[in-house]
Structure formats: structure tokens, C-alpha cells
């Protein structure tokens, strides 16, 4: 195992896809939303759309401005890899 983050391939994070169990990655890396889905202010519905998914350009699209990486760097799950 080691200090290094752990692996998310493309196909694991789409089995994360419900509001129990949401998973989405942004900019490689890939955070665990569910925790955060009753705090988003654009709503629950509009988060959900990413789940399971890579949401880097719905995010960027709606505010490139919000620092993602501090805000949800407890939900963080590890690093997006290809598979
Ligand atoms: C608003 C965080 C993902 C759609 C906001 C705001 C924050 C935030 C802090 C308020 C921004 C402001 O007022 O300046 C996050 C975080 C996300 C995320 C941490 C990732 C985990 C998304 C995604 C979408 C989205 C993927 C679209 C599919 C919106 C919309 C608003 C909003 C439409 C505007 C709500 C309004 O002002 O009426 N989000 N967001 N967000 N977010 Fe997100």
C-alpha cells in the first residue's frame, strides 16, 4: 500500500452512482459527493448528474471560481486512472 493514493479506474467509478454511494471526479481526481449532496447550493439534482461520472466540464461550466479541492478534500477517494 504505501503514502500514495488510491486508484479509481473509470469502470469502478460508474458502479458509484446513486445518492447513497456517489462517487464523481473532478479534474483526475475522484471525491466521494454523498456527504455533500444536501450542502450543494445548486441542489441535490443538479449534483447527481456527475455521480458515477467525470464532471471537470459541467463544473467548470457552471463555476470554474469554486474551490472544489479544498471543499471536498475530506470526501477525496483517490486518483481517476484509465480502465
Ligand atoms: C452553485 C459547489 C458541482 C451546478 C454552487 C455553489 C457552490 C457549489 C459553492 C455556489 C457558488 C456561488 O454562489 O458562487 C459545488 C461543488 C461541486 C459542484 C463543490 C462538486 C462536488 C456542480 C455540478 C453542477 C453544479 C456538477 C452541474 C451539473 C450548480 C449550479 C449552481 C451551483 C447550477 C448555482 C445555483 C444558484 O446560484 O442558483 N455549487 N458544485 N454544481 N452549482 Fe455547484
Redesign the pocket.
Known amino acids: 500500500t504505501g503514502a500514495g493514493f488510491m486508484r479509481v479506474t473509470m469502470s469502478e467509478l460508474k458502479e458509484h452512482n446513486t445518492v447513497d454511494d456517489a462517487w464523481?471526479a473532478?479534474n483526475g481526481m475522484v471525491?466521494n459527493?454523498t456527504a455533500?449532496l444536501p450542502f450543494?447550493?445548486?441542489g441535490e439534482d443538479?449534483?447527481m448528474?456527475?455521480a458515477g461520472r467525470d464532471?471537470t466540464k459541467?463544473?467548470m461550466l457552471?463555476?470554474s471560481?469554486?474551490n472544489?479541492d479544498y471543499?471536498?478534500k475530506e470526501c477525496m477517494v483517490g486518483v481517476l486512472v484509465r480502465g
Open positions: 464523481s473532478f471525491y459527493i455533500y450543494h447550493p445548486g443538479e449534483l448528474r456527475v464532471g459541467l463544473f457552471t463555476h471560481w469554486v472544489l471543499m471536498l
